[in-house]
């Protein structure tokens, strides 16, 4: 069932919380050992978490607006049970003393945590194969990736294990793997949700955001996750919405801009056919598409790759082996700084060392100008060209939202490009300017590559959705009409 479909059985009594819990959790123990999505399943506790929110209904008291649906947190996200390892050997036995606000809100909506998903180390990655215990499978085809860093969570709903999940986006890590596995996914705008509990990677990037099967679940939990929070100093405060409440309303006189940098000469040509595709769905419902120019476009991975590992070599200094974490055995000679460069590589894997020395190198003396300060200066353009694209009147043409790729093609194989760091950046190619703009966007189901898996299999391509600052909801009104005229995410993969 999808999470509405959970929730509204839940509370009319057709299903219990029980039967729902147990339902996930035998679909995790047939499924996962081919998908690999967990880390870490929490099966009695979920359950006994079910049993309370079942006696919570039969007392007649209120339950919230997720009362006995399974979900899970993707490993980054603090829970005081269980284990919070980033999918790193560093944090491998760490246990958090508190919950994240995020998951607080979960539970506090009644939702059923079953477990923790697996991740590209430390969020860094777009293929989950760099997480330190093993690769996630996409479960359309598990001899190929399902995206990263949030692999686990998008695998985990699309393989109908849970009904929703959470991931972070830092440079696309909900919208790649949920156009990957099908899915929707949505990075909230900057401060929409709080980071307190995240583990950071970089924190002028990091979103928490959903990730379910239809528009409607996504709405569901941003009215749960969105809000102010005094624990988090670049938590927005602004009034949230009801994300649910309009979501059937077409927008009227709805304007959409494809930018001219949509149409990448590396782009799989299944990408571009989805894309031309979608545009006229739109025109069908009457929509205008105009084009527009993102001409800073193709500085954001240069940018974005600059900035978040400078950002990271920050965040992740914290972790070297003193106060809590992996720590290395030392020699009977050996000094403080022997312990922390031996604990940090051991706990760290490739991908992490590689982007705290380049995050290091553009923050030290004589190139900070250069690199870091340049990427910055890159950033703030790159934003006023979406908010020139945003603005309406003589200023700009005013669209509600763009429309491009949520990715340059369909899932590639488990290990086609591990050993080209380059190629695998450029995975985020069309992701990274949400986040360095820090706008909303939202990646959803549009069509599929046909015969495009490893025996001929259909695998999954989505397209994305970038809203102005704070516009969320009509943007989830947007996909809704593309939804409901096309009906891509009804289609699961055949397990």
């Keep these: 069932m999808t999470l509405?479909?959970?929730?509204?059985?839940?509370?009319?009594?057709?299903?219990?919380?029980?039967?729902?819990?147990?339902?996930?959790?035998?679909?995790?123990?047939?499924?996962?050992?081919?998908?690999?999505?967990f880390v870490e399943v929490h099966a009695e506790r979920a359950l006994a978490r079910a049993r309370e929110v079942d006696a919570r209904i039969a007392a007649g008291e209120r339950v919230g607006a997720l009362a006995g649906v399974p979900v899970a947190l993707k490993d980054n996200m603090c829970t005081s049970w269980g284990r919070t390892t980033c999918s790193s050997r560093f944090l491998e036995g760490y246990e958090s003393p508190y919950d994240a606000t995020a998951t607080k809100r979960l539970l506090d909506a009644g939702a059923v945590i079953v477990g923790k998903?697996?991740?590209?180390?430390?969020?860094?990655?777009?293929?989950?194969?760099?997480?330190?215990?093993?690769?996630?499978?996409?479960?359309?085809?598990?001899?190929?990736?399902?995206?990263?860093?949030?692999?686990?969570?998008?695998?985990?709903?699309?393989?109908?294990?849970?009904?929703?999940?959470?991931g972070s986006d830092t440079g696309g890590s909900i919208r790649q793997p949920a156009a990957l596995c099908g899915l929707v996914g949505v990075k909230p705008t900057y401060g929409r949700v709080s980071r307190y509990g995240l583990v950071a990677f970089a924190s002028s990037l990091d979103q928490i955001g959903p990730m379910t099967r239809t528009v409607a679940d996504?709405?569901?939990?941003?009215?749960?996750?969105?809000?102010?929070?005094?624990?988090?100093?670049?938590?927005?405060?602004?009034e949230t919405p009801d994300f649910l409440r309009d979501l059937e309303r077409p927008v009227e006189g709805l304007r959409l801009g494809v930018p001219t940098q949509a149409w990448d000469e590396r782009n799989h040509p299944e990408s571009t056919r989805v894309l031309r595709e979608a545009m006229e769905v739109y025109r069908g419902l009457g929509a205008e598409i105009v084009e527009?120019?993102?001409?800073?476009?193709?500085?954001?991975?240069?940018?974005?790759?600059?900035?978040?590992?400078?950002?990271?070599?920050?965040?992740?200094?914290?972790?070297?082996?003193?106060?809590?974490?992996?720590?290395?055995?030392?020699?009977?000679?050996?000094?403080?700084?022997?312990l922390y460069a031996r604990s940090r590589a051991e706990g760290f894997g490739q991908e992490v060392q590689r982007r705290i020395m380049l995050g290091t190198h553009v923050l030290s003396s004589g190139y900070y100008e250069a690199y870091y300060l340049t990427a910055l200066k890159a950033r703030r353009l790159?934003?006023?060209?979406?908010?020139?694209?945003?603005?309406?009147?003589?200023?700009?043409?005013?669209?509600?939202?763009?429309?491009?790729?949520?990715?340059?093609?369909?899932?590639?194989?488990?290990?086609?490009?591990?050993?080209?760091?380059?190629?695998?950046?450029?995975?985020?190619?069309?992701?990274?300017?949400?986040?360095?703009?820090?706008?909303?966007?939202?990646?959803?189901?549009?069509?599929?590559?046909?015969?495009?898996?490893?025996?001929?299999?259909?695998?999954?391509?989505?397209?994305?959705l970038m809203c102005a600052p704070f516009d969320e909801?009509?943007?989830?009104?947007?996909?809704?009409?593309?939804?409901?005229?096309?009906?891509?995410?009804?289609r699961g993969p055949g397990m």
């Design 4 to 37: 509405m479909g959970v929730r509204d059985a839940v509370a009319a009594g057709e299903v219990s919380a029980v039967e729902a819990a147990e339902a996930s959790l035998s679909r995790i123990d047939a499924h996962d050992g081919a998908v690999r999505a």
């Design 117 to 166: 998903t697996n991740m590209d180390e430390f969020a860094m990655g777009s293929s989950c194969e760099n997480s330190a215990f093993f690769p996630t499978r996409n479960p359309w085809d598990t001899t190929r990736v399902p995206g990263g860093s949030s692999g686990g969570s998008a695998a985990c709903v699309a393989a109908r294990m849970v009904s929703a999940s959470l």
């Design 218 to 238: 996504s709405a569901l939990l941003m009215n749960v996750l969105c809000g102010v929070d005094p624990h988090d100093a670049t938590s927005a405060n602004v």
């Design 292 to 338: 527009i120019g993102l001409p800073r476009m193709e500085y954001g991975i240069a940018a974005y790759y600059i900035i978040a590992p400078a950002e990271a070599s920050s965040n992740l200094a914290r972790f070297d082996g003193v106060r809590y974490g992996r720590r290395a055995a030392l020699g009977r000679d050996e000094d403080l700084a022997a």
């Design 382 to 464: 790159i934003k006023a060209d979406f908010d020139a694209a945003f603005a309406s009147g003589e200023g700009g043409p005013g669209v509600h939202a763009v429309l491009m790729p949520a990715t340059q093609g369909p899932a590639f194989r488990l290990g086609e490009k591990t050993d080209d760091p380059l190629a695998m950046y450029f995975e985020d190619l069309y992701t990274v300017t949400a986040n360095l703009a820090g706008i909303g966007a939202l990646s959803m189901p549009a069509g599929f590559a046909k015969g495009a898996g490893s025996d001929g299999e259909d695998l999954p391509l989505g397209v994305q």
């Design 473 to 490: 909801s009509r943007m989830l009104r947007i996909a809704r009409m593309f939804e409901r005229e096309t009906g891509h995410g009804e």
